[in-house]
């Protein structure tokens, strides 16, 4: 029978990985808290239709990496490919625009693409990201993205590179399309296969082409910023102002379009230049969206997000794996004493301890061990028949190498102390 394994691309986090996870986790959710922006969470599996409105059809996600599948209802799912179209969906759905001028929310989880895996690049992988509804920016924006690099900061990713561009308002994008079309078209037969055919589906996606032949063409392509109107100019120079302000490095990438239909305005991408990422070197992207409210049947509610990579940003950051450790361990001199040892793991538990015990039966010398080996316990209770007949247990104190014996009764409190005065 062969063995069964993982769908490829989608990867197991092992305990002895999750601390640093969690440190990444733990920063996010402390700094999104501190900018006032509270936690949603949103079904993993939407309607299809939700990520053909708002994604776009002609989309990279939307053509080739979604999964979707029919359901025994005959309705059309996907697991969601990320995370603001739910978001989007669910602040709609609630009327949350009747109720307040101005939402942060944040969300954390995992989402779903069928890419070619590689490093940093999964079919599942996880994203921290935040949606601000309400606010045409662009301080909002500024402050959204000085936060990115503060956290970035705070985990030790340090050699990073922001870049921020404007797609513009309105007809800006349309326009900008025509005119990369028009230099692009002429030279149409040196373009990739893959951008011959994105120039009349999706023409700006070919900006982002890693094809060398492609980047060549586009080296001379015209600059988005050159199509912006008196407004969207204002905008973007409002937002390079406020960040200058905030002391925040950028810089203006006039070829940044990203991979998403909904964006208007900002659009901003941090990446990381440390080797480990490779061609997967783009942490965090985000940008406005304030016509996608509308598209999906709200009102005109300006909007702006981003989401970072928690496994890119863990390819960066390093550090060992660790095993969790507790405060004590419990063994036992005798297998008759096993109940007692029970009754005593559920009193130092019940007391906020971190205890545990190997119940097997096993000999005493191999429950020692292993509470000093695997369990990184600070001290173990040892239950032996002759100290149980006095009401007594043994108490090992592994960092100080002594042992004493204390009454049953106070052995809780003994070990809160010496746990106490260890950390
Ligand atoms: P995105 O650029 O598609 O934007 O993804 C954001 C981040 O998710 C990327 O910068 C990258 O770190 C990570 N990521 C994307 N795909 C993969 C993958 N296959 N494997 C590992 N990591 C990946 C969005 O998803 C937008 N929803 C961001 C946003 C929020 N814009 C406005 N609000």
Same mark, same amino acid.
């Given at each position: 029978?062969?063995?069964?394994?993982?769908?490829?691309?989608?990867?197991?986090?092992?305990?002895?990985?999750?601390?640093?996870?969690?440190?990444?986790?733990?920063?996010?959710?402390?700094?999104?808290?501190?900018?006032? %922006?509270?936690?949603?969470?949103?079904?993993?599996?939407?309607?299809?239709?939700?990520?053909?409105?708002?994604?776009?059809?002609?989309?990279?996600?939307?053509?080739?990496?979604? %999964?979707?599948?029919?359901?025994?209802?005959?309705?059309?799912?996907? #697991?969601?490919?990320?995370?603001?179209?739910?978001?989007?969906?669910? %602040?709609?759905?609630?009327?949350?625009?009747?109720?307040?001028?101005?939402?942060?929310?944040?969300?954390?989880?995992?989402?779903?693409?069928?890419?070619?895996?590689?490093?940093?690049? %999964?079919?599942? +992988?996880?994203?921290?990201?935040?949606?601000?509804?309400?606010?045409?920016?662009?301080?909002?924006?500024?402050?959204?993205?000085?936060?990115?690099?503060?956290?970035?900061?705070?985990?030790?990713?340090?050699? $990073?590179?922001?870049?921020?561009?404007? $797609?513009? /308002?309105?007809?800006?994008?349309?326009?900008?399309?025509?005119?990369?079309?028009?230099?692009?078209?002429?030279?149409?037969?040196?373009?990739?296969?893959?951008?011959?055919?994105? $120039?009349?589906?999706?023409?700006?996606?070919?900006?982002?082409?890693? /094809?060398?032949?492609?980047?060549?063409?586009?080296?001379?392509?015209?600059?988005?910023?050159?199509?912006?109107?008196?407004?969207?100019?204002?905008?973007?120079?409002?937002?390079?102002?406020?960040?200058?302000?905030?002391?925040?490095?950028?810089?203006?990438?006039?070829?940044?379009?990203?991979?998403?239909?909904?964006?208007?305005?900002?659009?901003?991408?941090?990446?990381?230049?440390?080797?480990?990422?490779?061609?997967?070197?783009?942490?965090?992207?985000?940008?406005?969206?304030?016509?996608?409210?509308?598209?999906?049947?709200?009102?005109?509610?300006?909007?702006?997000? +981003?989401?970072?990579?928690?496994?890119?940003? #863990?390819?960066?950051?390093?550090?060992?794996?660790?095993?969790?450790?507790?405060?004590?361990?419990?063994?036992?001199?005798?297998?008759? $004493?096993?109940?007692?040892?029970?009754? #005593?793991?559920?009193? #130092?538990?019940?007391?906020?301890?971190?205890?545990?015990?190997?119940?097997?039966?096993?000999?005493?010398?191999?429950?020692?061990?292993?509470?000093?080996?695997?369990?990184?316990?600070?001290?173990?209770?040892?239950?032996?028949?002759?100290?149980?007949?006095?009401?007594?247990?043994?108490?090992?104190? !592994?960092?100080?190498? /002594?042992?004493?014996?204390?009454?049953?009764?106070?052995?809780? !409190?003994?070990?809160?102390?010496?746990?106490?005065?260890?950390?």
């Amino acid at each position: 029978m062969t063995t069964l394994r993982a769908v490829k691309g989608m990867n197991d986090v092992l305990p002895e990985a999750l601390p640093r996870w969690r440190r990444v986790e733990a920063a996010f959710r402390a700094i999104t808290a501190r900018h006032g %922006y509270a936690e949603v969470r949103t079904p993993i599996v939407e309607p299809t239709q939700l990520f053909i409105r708002s994604i776009g059809e002609a989309t990279d996600i939307v053509e080739k990496e979604m %999964y979707t599948f029919v359901d025994k209802g005959d309705d059309m799912l996907t #697991l969601r490919p990320e995370g603001t179209a739910s978001a989007v969906r669910a %602040y709609i759905e609630h009327a949350v625009h009747g109720r307040e001028p101005i939402s942060k929310w944040s969300y954390l989880g995992p989402m779903f693409r069928r890419e070619r895996p590689a490093r940093g690049r %999964y079919r599942q +992988f996880w994203q921290a990201g935040v949606e601000c509804f309400g606010d045409g920016g662009p301080f909002v924006d500024a402050e959204m993205i000085d936060m990115v690099v503060t956290l970035l900061g705070e985990l030790g990713v340090q050699d $990073l590179e922001v870049l921020v561009n404007s $797609l513009g /308002s309105g007809d800006t994008r349309d326009r900008y399309r025509e005119a990369l079309t028009a230099h692009l078209a002429p030279h149409r037969d040196r373009l990739s296969e893959d951008s011959q055919r994105r $120039l009349a589906s999706n023409p700006l996606r070919i900006l982002d082409s890693k /094809s060398p032949a492609d980047q060549e063409l586009c080296a001379g392509a015209p600059d988005l910023v050159d199509f912006l109107g008196p407004e969207d100019r204002a905008h973007f120079e409002g937002l390079q102002g406020a960040l200058r302000a905030l002391g925040t490095p950028f810089r203006v990438a006039p070829r940044l379009v990203r991979g998403l239909d909904y964006y208007s305005r900002t659009l901003f991408e941090v990446q990381g230049r440390g080797g480990e990422l490779g061609a997967q070197n783009t942490l965090c992207g985000g940008g406005r969206y304030d016509g996608l409210v509308r598209t999906l049947g709200g009102p005109d509610v300006p909007s702006i997000g +981003f989401a970072m990579g928690i496994e890119r940003i #863990l390819l960066l950051t390093g550090g060992a794996d660790t095993a969790p450790t507790v405060d004590v361990a419990v063994a036992v001199a005798d297998a008759s $004493l096993r109940e007692e040892a029970l009754v #005593l793991l559920r009193d #130092l538990r019940a007391a906020g301890l971190v205890a545990d015990g190997d119940l097997r039966g096993g000999s005493l010398k191999s429950q020692l061990r292993r509470a000093a080996d695997k369990l990184g316990a600070r001290a173990v209770l040892v239950l032996g028949p002759a100290e149980s007949e006095r009401g007594v247990v043994q108490l090992k104190d !592994l960092a100080a190498h /002594s042992q004493s014996e204390i009454p049953r009764a106070e052995v809780v !409190l003994r070990v809160q102390a010496l746990v106490r005065e260890s950390k």
